[in-house]
C-alpha cells in the first residue's frame, strides 16, 4: 500500500508500540532470563513510578541490570511494549536461545531505552524535541526483557474510561 510503512520482524507475531515515557505505574516482573553482554541476568523486576525505574532487583546478575538502567536517564523508561501469544511458533519449539532477539518472539515484552518514532503517527519526521514532547523515550539503547506467562491478563483502558480485555491466559482474547 503506498505511503503505508511496514517492518517486518519475521518470524512472529508479534505487534508492538512505543508507550508514553511518563505513564508507567507499578511493578514488572520478568519470564524469562535476559543475557547482556555475555552475562546472564534472571529472575528480576522493576518498579516504575511516573515512568520511571524507582527499584529493581535481581537474584543473577544484578550489577549487569544496574549497569544498564544507568547508562543514560532514557535507560530507566520504556521505549516499547510488545504482545506476542504466548502459544506462538517461537515458544512452542521449547527452546531458550539466550539470545534476546530471538527469544523476545516467544514472549510478550517490554524495553527499555529508546522508542520507535514509527510507532508515532509523524514520527518519523519529528525532531527529538517534538518526539520528547509527545512522550517517546530517547536512549543510547534499547534493552529487551520478557514478561510474557500462560496467565498473563492485559487489560486496557480506552480514552473514554471503558476496559477492554486484551489478553487472556496468555494469549489474545480475541
Known amino acids: 500500500m503506498d505511503g503505508v510503512d511496514f517492518i517486518a520482524n519475521m518470524p512472529t507475531q508479534e ?9 508507567a505505574q507499578g511493578k514488572l516482573v520478568a519470564s524469562l ?3 547482556r553482554n555475555g552475562v546472564i541476568i534472571d529472575k528480576f523486576y522493576f518498579v516504575f513510578d511516573k515512568g520511571k525505574v524507582i527499584d529493581f532487583g535481581a537474584e543473577k546478575g544484578e550489577d549487569t541490570l544496574r549497569e544498564i538502567l544507568n547508562a ?8 516499547e511494549i510488545a504482545l506476542v501469544g504466548y502459544n506462538s511458533p517461537i515458544r512452542q519449539t521449547g527452546t531458550l536461545f539466550y539470545e534476546t532477539l530471538f527469544d523476545e518472539n516467544a514472549s510478550c515484552h517490554f524495553a527499555l531505552g ?7 503517527q509523524g514520527g518519523t519526521k519529528m525532531s527529538k524535541e517534538e518526539l520528547k514532547k509527545v512522550g517517546l523515550n530517547d536512549s543510547v539503547n534499547h534493552v529487551d526483557f520478557m514478561v510474557g506467562t500462560s496467565d498473563l491478563e492485559i487489560i486496557a483502558t480506552k480514552k ?7 489478553f487472556k491466559d496468555g494469549d489474545w482474547a480475541f
Not at 543514560?72 to 521505549?79: N, S, T
Request: net charge positive; proline share 6%.
Open 33 to 35: 532470563p535476559l543475557v
Open 72 to 79: 543514560d536517564e532514557g535507560m530507566k523508561r520504556l521505549g
Open 114 to 120: 529508546k522508542s520507535f518514532s514509527s510507532a508515532y
Open 15 to 23: 505487534v508492538f508500540s512505543s508507550p508514553d515515557k511518563n505513564t
Open 160 to 166: 473514554d474510561g471503558s476496559k477492554m480485555i486484551i
